[in-house]
T-cell receptor, first 112, second 115 residues
């Protein structure tokens, strides 16, 4: 069966350090991989999209890598700030598909 | 744009009662999605529409759940009769096939508690 796995344990990190989150998938051939941020009591908010033929994407302090051989994406928050504290969700979508399937999310807590 | 608008934000109801959740997608978006989020199962896709037509309802848990989209600016998700295990946050989301067509915009969710 298809699985999308994210570390369910919260990531505690000191302000200024780089937070690295992992998204692994099995039995899936995604065309796109997306990362969303979700704050408590709010809906997920889109952050970044990376295509299967792209290795890396950056947006401000965020960086995403996509390795289709390892079936893994890494999400980095550099120079982390307390305001980055949230749950981060990865999501996959197949080519010509419309169903976005989410991982369970990883909670990040940045301590000042 | 006001974004995806959902109502009610919070609802507490008794088991057996009918629950209706409402959604107004972003104007011009031709895809609408209903998701459910729980601690145990995460975010699950229940059903999605394209141009008001249901395309895939394979995620709808059982016949007690139904969804409609009578026009491009309104959708409902109905649970009848409701059960305690339906307690969850229900998100509506919309998307267009424009340049940012792979971005899905979520509403703030409807928090449902069935007692």
């Amino acid at each position: 069966s298809q699985k999308i796995e994210q570390n369910s344990e919260a990531l505690n990190i000191q302000e200024g350090k780089t937070a690295t989150l992992t998204c692994n998938y099995t039995n899936y051939s995604p065309a796109y991989l997306q990362w969303y941020r979700q704050d408590p009591g709010r809906g997920p908010v889109f952050l970044l999209l990376i295509r299967e033929n792209e290795k890396e994407k950056r947006k401000e302090r965020l960086k995403v890598t996509f390795d289709t051989t390892l079936k893994q994406s890494l999400f980095h928050i550099t120079a982390s700030q307390p305001a980055d504290s949230a749950t981060y969700l990865c999501a996959l979508i197949k080519a010509a598909g419309n169903k976005l399937t989410f991982g369970g999310g990883t909670r990040v807590l940045v301590k000042p | 744009d006001a974004g995806v608008i959902q109502s009610p934000r919070h609802e507490v109801t008794e088991m057996g009662q009918e629950v209706t959740l409402r959604c107004k997608p972003i104007s011009g978006h031709d895809y609408l999605f209903w998701y459910r989020q729980t601690m145990m199962r995460g975010l699950e896709l229940l059903i999605y529409f394209n141009n008001n037509v249901p395309i895939d309802d394979s995620g709808m848990p059982e016949d007690r759940f139904s969804a409609k989209m009578p026009n491009a600016s309104f959708s409902t998700l109905k649970i009848q009769p409701s059960e305690p295990r339906d307690s969850a946050v229900y998100f509506c989301a919309s998307r267009s096939l424009g340049p940012s067509g792979n971005t899905i915009y979520f509403g703030e969710g409807s928090w449902l508690t069935v007692v």
